[in-house]
């Protein structure tokens, strides 16, 4: 992209195109140049494989949780695909009262009632 | 009997409920002047949901109570002038106020917070249980025709007061609840401010159960087991209906009372008159695709009398009316018998656009 493209025969250096402002270094200069850039190409690449492999086997022994099925195909009736059965429940587990009373139930059946006093 | 298990090390001092179920995680504690509950599953997802709903409360608080002195909301009704720059989450609750109050034909009325005040409800309302009668005052209502809201600009007339009960607690259920359902990747949550609830997620199997009631005053178990009663009958104690997706909010004029002016008040504004409402209703239910849209329905309903059961059923809103004597009114689908699913409408029924439709005047 300097002059070595300027030398080559149909090689037309575009308009308002300017030298590169760095002095320009000589054949081995450059070698040396893409030497480096090599070497460090290999350890970018070493890297990646080598996150890639551990990514690999944390997840291989720590399934992340799936995200609920949206489309019917995958949906397990009383569950999700992979995930945790949804619950069935048999008591309140909440209480819509205008008088502001929260009902609890317990265990055994036993209701609280609890006066709040709002809404 | 609810069974303190151990304080949660996150929060404003949440209280681990035993519900008799390890398959779901359930925990409680005072927020805006009532109670906060909030139910997840899987039970591990708890600590986390908590922790977001804590957040969005908190904000919520800070914003729009008209007790804290140093909200957000009191700032600008102690404020000389009338224009006002808002946070984005205290304009977003009057928005949603005025949107209500077009839709409802001004049924529920964000104004009226000067009248509640002149009625004796200017604290929290324990305060007010605990404190003596006082005369009454009185106060226009401005109309909420008459508040201007422009993105983050709002236009208040002077001394005008706003009051947000109709949906912000509504709101703050929307809120917590979606922002907690958006943090997991598997499962529920419920998320009940003072009976406004919200769900999000993917519901239990059936759908979250879920006490519709009106009592007026605490009641022993064998008092409530012997009024439990059949849909229709005189006194009836309660309903248990499941709710899979939406919400559902109950407003009644059962309680939040208190003496003024040798008068028993309570707390739902008849923005016509400035009075409590005197309707035929004292206790209404509504399920809708959002708990501010549900709360504003059921307290609308509450002031529109006689024609609330024809307007929820040209809304399409399942509702359950509990008349002065008792009496039980379904409407728009919702189940007449115990444990029954309340399908909550998939889509919003208050238009965002500048006009209402169809209010029950």
């Known amino acids: 992209m300097d002059k070595d493209f300027d030398e080559r025969p149909g090689w037309v250096r575009l308009p308002g195109r300017e030298d590169p402002p760095y002095p320009r270094g000589t054949a081995s200069a450059r070698a040396g140049g893409v030497r480096r850039v090599r070497r460090a190409s290999n350890w970018t690449a070493a890297a990646l494989i080598a996150g890639v492999a551990a990514a690999t086997g944390y997840f291989a022994h720590h399934p992340p949780p799936v995200t609920p099925a949206t489309s019917a195909v995958t949906t397990v009736p009383g569950g999700t695909a992979a995930g945790p059965h949804k619950p069935s429940l048999n008591v309140p587990v909440a209480t819509s009262s205008g008088s502001g009373v929260t009902v609890s139930t317990g265990p055994h059946g036993v209701k609280t009632y609890t006066y709040r006093g709002d809404n | 009997m609810d069974t303190v298990t151990r304080r949660l090390p ?209 009641l022993s178990p064998a008092d409530a087991r012997s009024r439990r009663s ?67 329905a059921s307290t609308a309903a509450v002031v529109a009398g006689d024609q609330a059961p024809a307007w929820l059923a040209e809304q399409g809103l399942p509702a359950r009316l509990v008349a002065r004597d008792g009496t039980v009114r379904f409407v728009s689908g919702w189940p007449e018998a115990d444990d029954g699913l309340v399908e909550a409408p998939a889509t919003c029924r208050m238009p965002a656009g500048p006009r209402g439709r169809g209010a029950p005047r």
Not at chain 2, 165 to 171: E, F, V
Request: charged content about 20%; proline content about 5%.
């Open chain 2, 230 to 296: 059949a849909p229709g009958s005189q006194r009836p104690a309660g309903q248990v209906v499941r709710l899979a997706a939406g919400a559902l909010a109950t407003s009644s004029i059962t309680c939040r009372q208190w003496r003024g002016g040798g008068q028993l008040l309570h707390h739902i504004v008849d923005p016509r008159t400035g009075r409590p409402t005197e309707g035929p209703w004292r206790t209404v239910s509504v399920a809708a695709a959002n708990c501010a849209e549900a709360n504003a």
């Open chain 2, 10 to 218: 996150v929060g404003l001092g949440w209280t681990l409920l035993d519900i008799g179920t390890a398959t779901v995680g359930v925990a409680e504690r005072d927020a805006l002047g009532t109670s906060a509950r909030v139910v997840a599953w899987p039970p591990y997802n708890l600590a986390r949901v908590l922790a977001i709903v804590d957040i969005e409360l908190g904000r919520l608080d800070e914003q729009a109570s008209r007790f804290r002195a140093d909200s957000e909301i009191s700032a600008v009704h102690r404020s000389a002038r009338t224009a006002h720059i808002l946070s984005e989450g205290l304009a977003e609750a009057i928005a949603v106020a005025l949107t209500a109050a077009r839709w409802t034909g001004g049924l529920v009325d964000p104004t009226v917070g000067g009248a509640l005040s002149a009625l004796g409800y200017d604290r929290d309302f324990a305060a007010i249980r605990q404190g003596r009668a006082r005369p009454l005052a009185s106060a226009c209502i401005p109309g909420w025709e008459s508040v201007r809201l422009d993105g983050r600009r709002l236009r208040l007339p002077a001394g005008s007061r706003l009051d947000l009960g109709a949906t912000a607690k509504g709101l703050g259920s929307d809120r917590a609840a979606s922002a907690a359902a958006a943090a997991m990747t598997v499962g529920g949550v419920l998320v009940s401010l003072g009976g406004d609830i919200a769900v999000a997620g993917e519901s239990p199997s059936g759908g979250w159960p879920v006490l519709v009631t009106d009592e007026p005053e605490p």
